[in-house]
T-cell receptor, first 117, second 113 residues
Framework: GENVEQHPSTLSVQEGDSAVIKCTYS??????FPWYKQELGKGPQLIID?????GEKKDQRIAVTLNKTAKHFSLHITETQPEDSAVYFC????????????????FGKGTHLIIQP | AAGVIQSPRHLIKEKRETATLKCYPI?????VYWYQQGPGQDPQFLIS???????DKGSIPDRFSAQQFSDYHSELNMSSLELGDSALYFC????????????FGPGTRLTVT
């Protein structure tokens, strides 16, 4: 099965600086890579995703890159703000383009991002 | 925008009892996923359904079963509860053939005493 590794487990950055979280995956069949933000007591919130036919995607202060050959993908957050503090999870999954549903996601262990004022 | 609805939000059960968790997907979404998240852990995939048929199976114990109904809502049935079943249970939904984006609900916190 799929195995997703995520680093670092804790990341502390100064407000306004950038944060980078990295993940690797093992299954070549995985073609969908979402990132989730989870605040205490809440469900994971989808913040950005990337598919295997794309190398980079950006949405305002958040960007994700994917290197299929090396099987790794990264989340970049620029101009960090206090409200960015949360646990971030990367995940990997496989879609079934022919229909019939999709696989469940395999998550990394999470990164606790702390934004220091 | 409408989100995934889960009920109940909190549930306390004793060992060996049964529990039923309910999930109402985002309107028009036809695929439902169940995940279990222990304290300080990542979500673990249990099972998913597409158009009322099981589409993928993860680490769901044999004591658990689930189904999806004609209105696309889903129920997770848990029997012979154990202390180790205490966790947050999330339901997520997506629209097959669209984007595969999974949107999570607020979760049900199950405590087994």
């Amino acid at each position: 099965g799929e195995n997703v590794e995520q680093h670092p487990s804790t990341l502390s950055v100064q407000e306004g600086d950038s944060a980078v979280i990295k993940c690797t995956y093992s299954d070549s069949a995985s073609n969908y890579f979402p990132w989730y933000k989870q605040e205490l007591g809440k469900g994971p919130q989808l913040i950005i995703d990337i598919r295997s036919n794309v190398g980079e995607k950006k949405d305002q202060r958040i960007a994700v890159t994917l290197n299929k050959t090396a099987k790794h993908f990264s989340l970049h957050i620029t101009e960090t703000q206090p409200e960015d503090s949360a646990v971030y999870f990367c995940a990997a999954g496989a879609t079934m383009y022919s229909g019939g549903g999709a696989d469940g996601l395999t998550f990394g262990k999470g990164t606790h991002l702390i934004i220091q004022p | 925008a409408a989100g995934v609805i889960q009920s109940p939000r909190h549930l306390i059960k004793e060992k060996r009892e049964t529990a039923t968790l309910k999930c109402y997907p985002i309107p028009r979404h036809d695929t439902v996923y169940w995940y279990q998240q222990g304290p300080g852990q990542d979500p673990q995939f249990l099972i998913s359904f597409y158009e009322k048929m099981q589409s993928d199976k993860g680490s769901i114990p044999d004591r658990f079963s689930a189904q999806q109904f004609s209105d696309y809502h889903s129920e997770l049935n848990m029997s012979s509860l154990e202390l180790g079943d205490s966790a947050l249970y999330f339901c997520a939904s997506s629209l097959e053939g669209d984007s595969y984006e999974q949107y999570f609900g607020p979760g049900t916190r199950l405590t087994v005493t």
